[in-house]
T-cell receptor, first 113, second 111 residues
Framework: DAGVTQTPRHEVAEKGQTIILKCEPV?????LFWYRQTKIQGLELLSY????????DGGAFKDRFKAEMLNSSFSTLKIQPTEPKDSAVYLC???????????FGPGTRLTVL | QQQVRQSSQSLTVWEGETAILNCSYE??????FPWYQQFPGEGPALLIA?????DKKEDGRFTIFFNKREKNLSLHIKDSQPGDSATYFC??????????FGAGTKLSVKP
């Protein structure tokens, strides 16, 4: 069975650019999550979808971060415009439901210059 | 604010010792507490989880001790091995909200 796929694995952007990160969840999973990982904060929730509907939107990230789920097998995270403080690893995870195991992708490492 | 706190950023133990990683949470509505293990370059992977109806969960060398009244829990890794060297994340969630994670504890096991 394929796990969670994330592309690209690495992204370098100039300040002010728009970048789009992609995620394919485990087939059949209803829930999809985007997290940002930094050494200081750990994993911070960006967005949570259930059956393609947005259920939670990380309050601090609303202005420049937009996650979408166009179909049950594909999600994107757009950051517009990027800032150097956005440099982090962005993780996508999927799950059969809340209070069940989350399956994480390998992450996309974003560097904003 | 941080809803889940891990008391140590890093921890070093010798091979064969028991490593103890601590975690606390704020929201008493949380009822599911997984621990994830992460190796460099990989995403976190579920190690062991406990639900709030229990006070202890054991799986091989890994045990979670849970104190609902104090809103804290700990992960004990018995007979630590160098291969256990990784970052460990405590998380908390329920049926209404996505799980929240702590900042992680980087465990180093010295041979």
């Amino acid at each position: 069975d394929a796990g969670v796929t994330q592309t690209p694995r690495h992204e370098v952007a100039e300040k002010g650019q728009t970048i789009i990160l992609k995620c394919e969840p485990v087939s059949g999973h209803n829930d999809l999550f985007w997290y940002r990982q930094t050494k200081i904060q750990g994993l911070e929730l960006l967005s949570y979808f259930r059956s393609k509907s947005l259920m939670e939107d990380g309050g601090a990230f609303k202005d420049r971060f937009k996650a979408e789920m166009l179909n049950s097998s594909f999600s994107t995270l757009k950051i517009q415009p990027t800032e150097p403080k956005d440099s982090a690893v962005y993780l996508c995870a999927s799950s059969p439901g809340l209070s069940y195991e989350q399956y994480f992708g390998p992450g996309t490492r974003l560097t904003v210059l | 604010q941080q809803q889940v706190r891990q008391s140590s950023q890093s921890l070093t133990v010798w091979e064969g010792e028991t490593a103890i990683l601590n975690c606390s949470y704020e929201n008493s509505a949380f009822d599911y507490f997984p621990w994830y293990q992460q190796f460099p370059g990989e995403g976190p992977a579920l190690l062991i989880a406990i639900r709030s109806v229990s006070d202890k969960k054991e799986d091989g060398r890994f045990t979670i001790f849970f104190n609902k009244r104090e809103k804290n829990l700990s992960l004990h890794i018995k007979d630590s091995q160098p291969g256990d060297s990784a970052t460990y994340f405590c998380a908390a969630g329920n049926n209404n909200n996505a799980p929240r994670f702590g900042a992680g504890t980087k465990l180093s096991v010295k041979p």
